[in-house]
């Protein structure tokens, strides 16, 4: 009786401490990002710290912490919103390797993006070397081509820059995209849209 209360007390403490973790992640976060919806942290992956470079203010991996993992992102409509994040797709910047789809490495002046786990594979619909419509609050749109993926499960390592899993609706867009956009690069974060074209 006493190892069942036991083990009940640890489950419950699990979930508080995945909770926790959730809720931490969001603080690095802009408030008011858009909700998960129906995506909700299907683990937590461990950190360790290691060369990460803070290019475009990265994030960088803790050793000890413990960042949530995601296998699935919102579902996609003609208005899906999400975060728009800066990365360079150049080799040695904060992208990390090669971009997953095409297995190179894109300049700054390339429209092109990468898009959280669920929206590039997981939820059925590939996109890798698609077109996606990034639409900005300013009422600027641009054409951008699904080059990459902002992991959402894996992180913490050299292939990711030592940064954590991404959150489950982000669009990171290249410095070309942002421009296209009007927006400025150094702001890191914004609300958008987008959408397949």
Known sequence: MASMKLLVLLA????L???????????????GSPASGTCKASGVL???????????????????????????????????????????????????GPSECDNRFHGDNEKVVALSSGWLRLDGTPRCGKMVRVTASNGRSVLAKVV?????VNG???????EPPCPPNVVDGSPAVWKALGLDDKIGEVKVTWSDA
């Not at 419950?12 to 979930?15: F, S």
């Not at 296998?71 to 040695?92: D, E, Q, W, Y």
């Not at 913490?156 to 030592?162: A, I, L, R």
């Open 46 to 96: 461990h950190g360790k710290a290691g060369n990460c470079k803070r290019i475009h203010d990265s994030e960088c991996c803790q050793a000890g912490e413990s960042y949530p993992q995601f296998r699935c992102s919102p579902p996609v409509s003609a208005m899906t919103p999400a975060i728009l994040t800066v990365n360079s797709f150049r080799k040695g910047q904060d992208g990390g």
């Open 12 to 15: 419950l403490l699990q979930v």
């Open 156 to 162: 913490c390592d050299d292939e990711h820059n030592f």
């Open 148 to 152: 990459d993926e902002c992991d959402s």
């Open 17 to 31: 401490l995945l909770h926790a973790h959730v809720s931490e992640a969001k603080k690095h976060h802009k408030p």
